[in-house]
């Protein structure tokens, strides 16, 4: 069982954030919106009934502390089939899982064989308002928590949120944790009190060696032992191999573990749960008012450390957020490098073209040589044989752009390294053949067949004079 519906005074409904900006676009636009967009955190809001009518929240504490550590809480509604739609929240930079009913026993190796038909009867009534399982909020934070684990995206699960993650590991729960324990003669403590949602308090023992040893460890406490606020009727009862426990309960149950492989804030990397809530261990005259700077919320709660869960967390997140930058801007590194090796391409291409336009140039202005037809048209086949596939992609590259729009052609130079200035001049120029070519085609069409013959021959005669020159020339290197 997890918390309730908020108290008056203690929490607020949170307005809904936007859904992320979908994919689709270029690689550059992507790692330029990623830059602008602060670290994300995402949440999922509990559904609960206010006057008749649905309504999602968060607990304020956690926004409170999320935003005054410098990420911006992104609240993902519990409705019916969001979970086939997390994709439109990306980037995701965090996620913090808290409020919500239990989980449904099915997702995970649940036990009832200890108890009677009698029994289960009272455990629902008794614990009403979080029985009632909610497979929507199920489905949506366990996916979320699995794309965590997948690609090590900083969590922090706070009570229902430490159960989600474990039960994503294979882990599974107790189905009342104070009816299980006390079967078992132990020390009975009491994790929830309905009557005193913000004051209840438990002790918990911190194991050193652990992250919540380290944000306590200036606390002037003994044995390491805190007083913790509870609000749960669920619990831990076998903890995933991957997790280590940072602390127990006098009767046993884990109330705080993390993924030792994945916690190095500085990092990125931080996969937490905690059973109990440090957002409201806080001075009961100060659990109605919130604050503006970070540094005034240590003096608000039980224990200066309290709020280094949150701290801890979002500079995971922050870490996290730069290592995705990086990344995205390695794979853009690495397009850029490809594009190069295009541009470097098209740059023979043309250039081979131009070399066989030069020479057959050269052969044109000697007619008289002897064989000259013969020559031209070796040189044309020997150009042609050496340079085809470089031709090939410089045909390929005009050909497409011929028929593309002027707009489509700038963008595919752009692509290639021209400048906008080039990229204008080889436009007129373009421009300026197309005129030429049309121009010459109207005079030709007004030639008599004769001398239409006449010209052919002639052209065909100075290919062959440009052939033969060629193979000459290369004969004699």
């Not at 999922?44 to 929240?57: G, I």
């Not at 430490?162 to 009975?188: I, W």
Request: hydrophobic content about 35%; some cysteine.
């Amino acid at each position: 069982m997890k918390d309730s519906v908020p108290s008056q005074g203690s929490d607020r409904l949170a307005p809904m954030e936007g859904l992320a900006e979908t994919g689709g676009e270029e690689a550059v636009g992507k790692v330029a919106k990623l830059a602008s967009v602060l670290p994300r955190v995402l949440i999922v809001s509990r559904r609960s009934v206010r006057k008749n009518k649905f309504v999602d929240f968060v607990g304020e504490y956690h926004l409170d502390l999320i935003v005054s550590y410098g990420a911006v809480p992104v609240i993902v509604p519990r409705v019916s089939g969001l979970h086939s739609l997390l994709d439109s929240f990306e980037p995701i930079h965090g996620v913090l899982l808290c409020e919500g009913e239990d989980i449904d026993p099915t997702l995970y190796d649940s036990d009832f064989s200890s108890f009677t038909s009698e029994e289960i009867e009272e455990i629902k009534q008794a614990h009403s308002s979080d029985t009632l399982v909610d497979r929507y909020k199920d489905s949506i934070e366990l996916q979320l928590a699995r794309r965590c684990l997948e690609r090590n995206i900083p969590y922090l699960g706070i009570c229902r949120g430490s159960q989600v993650l474990n039960v994503a590991c294979g882990g599974s729960l107790y189905q009342d944790v104070e009816r299980e324990l006390s079967k078992g003669g132990g020390t009975q403590i009491r994790h929830i009190n309905y009557d005193d949602y913000d004051g209840h308090r438990h002790a918990v023992k911190i194991v050193p060696g652990t992250p919540l040893y380290e944000w306590f460890s200036h606390e002037n406490f003994e044995q390491m032992e805190l007083l913790v606020n509870s609000y749960h009727h669920q619990g831990i009862k076998r903890l995933s191999e991957r997790f280590i426990p940072m602390a127990f309960a006098p009767d046993g149950l884990v109330e705080a573990f993390y993924d030792p492989d994945v916690y190095n804030p500085e990092e990125g990397k931080f996969i937490v749960g905690l059973q109990f809530h440090p957002e409201r261990m806080r001075h009961e005259q100060d659990s109605n008012r919130s604050k503006d700077c970070s540094a005034s919320f240590e003096g608000d709660f039980d224990y200066p450390g309290c709020p280094r869960a949150y701290q801890e967390f979002v500079k995971a997140v922050l870490a996290y957020k730069r290592k995705l930058l990086a990344s995205e801007n390695k794979g853009l590194q690495k397009l850029d490098g490809v594009m190069e090796n295009q541009r470097q391409k098209l740059i023979r291409s043309f250039s081979a073209a131009k070399h066989m336009y030069e020479e057959q140039a050269h052969v044109r202005k000697c007619p008289s040589l002897h064989g000259s037809t013969k020559v031209l048209n070796a040189l044309t086949r020997q150009s042609y044989e050496k340079s085809s596939r470089e031709l090939e992609l410089g045909a390929e590259f005009l050909q497409v752009n011929t028929e593309m729009s002027m707009q489509q052609v700038i963008n595919r130079l752009k692509q290639i390294g021209a400048t906008v200035r080039d990229s204008s001049i080889l436009l007129q120029k373009l421009l300026l053949n197309e005129q030429l070519r049309n121009s010459a085609k109207m005079l030709i069409e007004g030639l008599e067949t004769s001398k239409l013959h006449d010209l052919q021959e002639f052209y065909t005669m100075m290919a062959e004079v440009a052939s033969d020159v060629l193979e000459k020339r290369k004969s004699e290197l």
